[in-house]
Antibody, heavy 121, light 112 residues
Framework: QVQLQESGPGLVRPSETLSLTCTVS????????WNWIRQPPGKGLEWIGY???????NYNPSLKSRVAISLDASKNQFSLKLSSVTAADTAVYYC???????????????WGQGTLVTVSS | QSVLTQPPSVSGAPGQRVTISCTGG?????????VHWYQQLPGTAPKLLIY???NRPSGVPDRFSGSKSGTSASLAITGLQAEDEADYYC????????????FGGGTKLTVL
């Protein structure tokens, strides 16, 4: 059974960089897309971006200038860095896995439990 | 403003049938990208409910079904049960956003 677990600071100061890691257990990083998705309190889901196991990435255009997703296959982990954060970046951050289809990534089949990150001084 | 449009809320009595619509455009659903649906119970992570427009993962009751036509998709729930009360999200991809993942704004289902 594949499991994903987010980890990282729950509080980040404004203008600093948010850093989270997702650890994958019960399966390999290979042959999948690995995503970050966030949900501000009381609001809907927003896709942040993904990294394919080969290392290629794709980011939400609205966040692209501030986002970097990396992968460490040796540790079965992938990470998110979001720079210059503001209060608007306060959200529950989820990591999730996507399979590859004919047109690229498909549905999010496995999700982490989510971690709340608050941006505040 | 979400790329995919869902009604903010729907409701139904136990045993009834409800549908949730998801309207997109020619660069996402209308471009042939599949639509996927997720159920989010309060305080929990979203759970895959329907994938590839109409397919149910193992363990999802056949009371849940999905369909797609043109630039829209729908989720139908029959035989409503109290435990179906949750938020539901549709999801696809958008070629005008460089293949970005896109979600609907979510629909709150209330079982009366």
């Amino acid at each position: 059974q594949v499991q994903l677990q987010e980890s990282g600071p729950g509080l980040v100061r404004p203008s600093e960089t948010l850093s989270l890691t997702c650890t994958v257990s019960g399966g390999s990083i290979s042959s999948y897309y690995w995503n970050w998705i966030r949900q501000p309190p009381g609001k809907g889901l927003e896709w942040i971006g993904y990294i394919y196991y080969s290392g290629s990435t794709n980011y939400n255009p609205s966040l692209k200038s501030r986002v970097a997703i990396s992968l460490d296959a040796s540790k079965n982990q992938f990470s998110l860095k979001l720079s210059s954060v503001t209060a608007a970046d306060t959200a529950v951050y989820y990591c999730a896995r996507t399979t590859r289809g004919d047109r690229g990534p498909q549905h999010f089949d496995y999700w982490g439990q989510g971690t709340l990150v608050t941006v505040s001084s | 403003q979400s790329v995919l449009t869902q009604p903010p809320s729907v409701s139904g009595a136990p045993g009834q049938r409800v549908t949730i619509s998801c309207t997109g455009g020619n660069s996402n659903i209308g471009a042939g990208y599949d639509v996927h649906w997720y159920q989010q119970l309060p305080g929990t992570a979203p759970k895959l409910l329907i994938y590839g427009n109409s397919n149910r993962p193992s363990g999802v009751p056949d009371r849940f079904s999905g369909s797609k036509s043109g630039t829209s998709a729908s989720l139908a729930i029959t035989g409503l049960q109290a435990e179906d009360e949750a938020d539901y999200y549709c999801q696809s991809y958008d070629s005008s956003l460089s293949g970005s993942g896109v979600f609907g704004g979510g629909t709150k289902l209330t079982v009366l």
